[in-house]
């Protein structure tokens, strides 16, 4: 089956760290996107990518970082500079940048600063 | 700067009834509308995608209504089940600019549907 596979589940960061969090879709889609979901608040984008080997900041990008190699992965780095890490992370794939087309979007990464 | 609200936050309900989750928007330039549900630790799962040329989409015991030019959107569910119990999120996709277009989420209804 298609679908977006995301890993770890659980992740912890020590203080100082930086971790990366895993992407991979096998839907052909050409746009992928991560999000960060707190408790209260909406999703709230942090990269997305329209294409291999360009990607755009979103509403939330500093402390993060992204590459995208290959169609298929587009992993996300939380670097040290990002303060606040705690949260649960959501990545996300569309067709293309076409309006009409819905999102399909992975199981999450829940990361916790020890 | 187009805002999404979900009212209410969270809704209770007995199992059977039917009932209605509420999504508004401040900018009707939207091309399309998507629901989805999520469950407590979990990802999204994509329920009803309705494009902004159209004014409801179904499945199942599930329809979405959408009046693009009042800013709205409801998600009826039918004979609610306990296992509609999750968080209902509604999204609106719109143009940011520089040929891109991002989705914008409200922040959820959680539902709970008691046996």
């Known amino acids: 089956d298609g679908g977006i596979t995301q890993s770890p589940k659980y992740l912890f960061r020590k203080e100082g760290q930086n971790v990366t969090l895993s992407c991979e879709q096998n839907?052909?889609?050409?746009?992928m996107y991560w999000y960060r979901q707190d408790p209260g608040q909406g999703l709230r984008l942090i990269y997305y990518s329209q294409i291999v080997n360009d990607f755009q900041k979103g509403d939330i990008a500093e402390g993060y970082s992204v590459s995208r190699e290959k169609k298929e992965s587009f992993p996300l780095t939380v670097t040290s500079a990002q303060k606040n890490p705690t949260a649960f992370y959501l990545c996300?794939?569309?067709?293309?940048?076409?309006?009409?087309?819905?999102?399909?979007f992975g199981s999450g990464t829940r990361l916790t600063v020890v | 700067k187009q805002e999404v609200t979900q009212i209410p936050a969270a809704l209770s309900v007995p199992e059977g009834e039917n009932l209605v989750l509420n999504c508004s928007f401040t900018?009707?330039?939207?091309?399309?509308l998507q629901w989805f549900r999520q469950d407590p630790g979990k990802g999204l799962t994509s329920l009803l995608l309705?494009?902004?040329?159209?004014r409801e989409q179904t499945s199942g015991r599930l329809n979405a209504s959408l009046d693009k030019s009042s800013g709205r959107s409801t998600l009826y569910i039918a004979a609610s089940q306990p296992g509609d119990s999750a968080t209902y999120l509604c999204a609106v996709r719109i143009y940011s600019g520089a040929g891109s277009y991002q989705l914008t989420f409200g922040k959820g209804t959680k539902l709970s549907v008691i046996p």
């Open positions: 900018d009707s330039a939207i091309y399309n």
């Open positions: 996300a794939s569309s067709i293309g940048k076409q309006e009409n087309y819905g999102y399909t």
């Open positions: 839907l052909n889609h050409d746009a």
């Open positions: 309705i494009q902004s040329s159209q």
